[in-house]
């Protein structure tokens, strides 16, 4: 890309050229070595009135989602929450669970300080540990 260019293009990036500011997720399955395809996600703002819904999708086969969770005017400074839907993901591949599941939805409370940076949130997540990071 030019250097001036302010979006990923093509080479090594799977998923659709997305703008270097803005939230962004991806989850790895480390119990099977693979991505978290069809793994259900909600992100919420967390305000002084408590949470609010802002957007709920699936993500693609690449464990991604197919965009930017927030970018432009939706990308502000604030606290945030993705909600992760870990057993369900595990429970559709087929993993026998207890109930309750040791991991069930896996929240990640976050904060966005600077509306000029990019923000990506990773998750790598077993039927029995996770963990992120603020990624790159």
Known sequence: PAKDDVRFQGRGFPWRSI???GLTTHVLDTAN???AASMDVALY?????????LKSLTLNHD?????ALLVDES?????????????AYFRA?????PE???LDEVPIDFGIADVTAHYHVPL?????SCATYRGS
């Open 33 to 35: 070595g693979c991505p």
């Open 100 to 102: 309750p599941p040791f």
């Open 124 to 128: 790598l997540v077993s039927p029995w």
């Open 75 to 87: 990308f502000a400074v604030s606290r945030y929450r993705l909600v992760f839907q870990v057993a």
């Open 93 to 97: 591949r087929g993993a026998q669970l």
């Open 45 to 53: 703002r967390i305000g002084a009135d408590g949470p609010v819904l």
């Open 63 to 67: 464990g991604r989602a197919d965009g």
């Open 19 to 21: 703008a270097m500011t």
